[in-house]
C-alpha cells in the first residue's frame, strides 16, 4: 500500500510563495509518477503538476511559470513550490501517485492540505 502525507499549507497573502510536500510511504517505486491535484471550493479536483522519475515535469496552463515540482526519490518526498499566488489558487492540495501494472493506472491520494491566499 501506499500512504502520502502532504505538509506546508496555509494561509499566504497575494503574491506569496508557499513549499508544500508530500511524504510517501509504503511500496514506493522510483517509476512511480508524483503530483500534485487541487480542489476549490464548489469546483473539481484538478490536476496542477507531475514529475516522472527521470525529472519530466507537467504543468497545468494555470500555474506554469508560477509552480514548480521536484521529486527526491532518495527521501521519497515530492515537493511543489508555488509562487506568485492569487485568490484562485485558494484550494486544498492533494498529493498524487500514479502507477502503472499491466498499463492499467492506479492512483493514490493524501489526505490533502489547505492552502488559502487572501488579504
Known amino acids: 500500500q501506499v500512504q502520502l502525507v502532504e505538509s506546508g499549507g496555509g494561509l499566504v497573502q497575494p503574491g506569496g510563495s508557499l513549499r508544500l510536500s508530500c511524504a510517501a510511504s509504503?511500496?514506493?517505486?522510483?517509476?512511480?509518477?508524483m503530483g500534485w491535484s487541487r480542489q476549490a471550493p464548489g469546483k473539481q479536483r484538478e490536476s496542477v503538476a507531475s514529475i516522472t522519475s527521470t525529472g519530466r515535469a507537467n504543468y497545468a496552463e494555470f500555474v506554469e511559470g508560477r509552480f514548480t515540482i521536484s521529486r527526491d526519490d532518495a527521501t521519497n518526498t515530492v515537493y511543489l513550490q508555488m509562487n506568485s499566488l492569487g485568490p484562485e489558487d485558494t484550494a486544498v492540495y492533494y498529493c498524487?501517485?500514479?502507477?502503472?501494472?499491466?498499463?492499467?493506472?492506479?492512483?493514490?491520494w493524501g489526505q490533502g492540505t489547505q492552502v488559502t491566499v487572501s488579504s
Open positions: 498524487t501517485l500514479r502507477r502503472y501494472t499491466d498499463y492499467v493506472p492506479h492512483d493514490f
Open positions: 509504503g511500496s514506493i517505486f522510483s517509476i512511480d509518477i
